[in-house]
């Protein structure tokens, strides 16, 4: 699976080179910028074929070191210009995208990813539909690409930014990520307010840092969950 093209941009980064990225419309060709991998590295995708035939597809996580994101759109100034998009929200399924293809072609720590962040929203998203408060998806078009939260849900305001542990790596990127999500959709006059969800509580200070941010933080209780209002 990992042969030629794409067997260099996974290994880009281990080999110090970095991945230039054009927006090409025949004959011309737009130099967007340079790029590396994130991480993850990438993902299998399972989506539909030419011939409607299901197929596994790798989509590489590239983040960008000096580009213009914006020259990736066909469209730049009409995507600046769009509202928010919501639609339903479905609860994630582990099986449809998972970044363990052959554990000797990844990097070690793309080797394993982790169902219970997947597990957690799914129980999240029924506990929200069973109070009467169902999440949507919504979706962010921002600088030439669209962003997306874990969930968002209407009738509270909240954008939710899930994560699988409460070490103080993972509520830290929550926090970040979130975060950008409440300020890009205010910015496009959706009203919202940031929450994270975790599967315990974390450390104290950060449950205060989150407090003094407005981040209102939801933790799994059993087969229910506690929310901790700012």
């Not at 030629?4 to 927006?23: C, M, P, Q, T, Y």
């Not at 539909?48 to 730049?76: K, T, Y």
């Not at 999500?181 to 940031?194: E, F, I, K, M, Q």
């Not at 950060?206 to 700012?230: C, Y």
């Amino acid at each position: 699976m990992f042969l030629r093209g794409n067997k260099a941009l996974l290994n880009s980064a281990d080999e110090g080179r970095v991945i230039r990225v054009f927006n090409a419309s025949s004959p011309y060709a737009t130099y967007v910028g340079s790029f590396t991998t994130g991480d993850p590295v990438c993902s299998i995708h399972v989506l539909p074929g030419e011939d409607g035939n299901p197929r596994r597809a790798i989509i590489f996580n590239l983040v960008p070191l000096d580009a213009n994101p914006v020259l990736l759109s066909p469209n730049p100034g009409q995507l600046r210009m769009l509202k928010p998009q919501f639609s339903q929200w479905q609860p994630p399924d582990a099986s449809d995208i998972t970044a363990a293809v052959d554990a000797t072609e990844l990097p070690a720590g793309d080797r394993v990813v982790s169902r219970v962040e997947f597990q957690l929203q799914a129980d999240f998203g029924k506990w929200l539909t069973d109070r009467g408060t169902p999440p949507s998806r919504l979706r962010l078009p921002i600088s030439g690409s669209i962003i997306e939260p874990d969930m968002y849900v209407e009738a509270e305001g909240w954008v939710v930014e899930a994560k699988k542990s409460t070490g103080r790596e993972y509520v830290r990127m929550a926090i970040g990520q979130v975060l950008d999500y409440t300020h890009n959709a205010r910015g496009l006059d959706a009203h919202v307010t940031p929450m994270i969800l975790l599967p315990s509580h974390t450390e104290p200070d950060l449950h205060q840092l989150s407090a003094d941010l407005g981040i209102t933080v939801a933790l799994r209780d059993g087969d229910s969950f506690e929310l901790v209002r700012p």
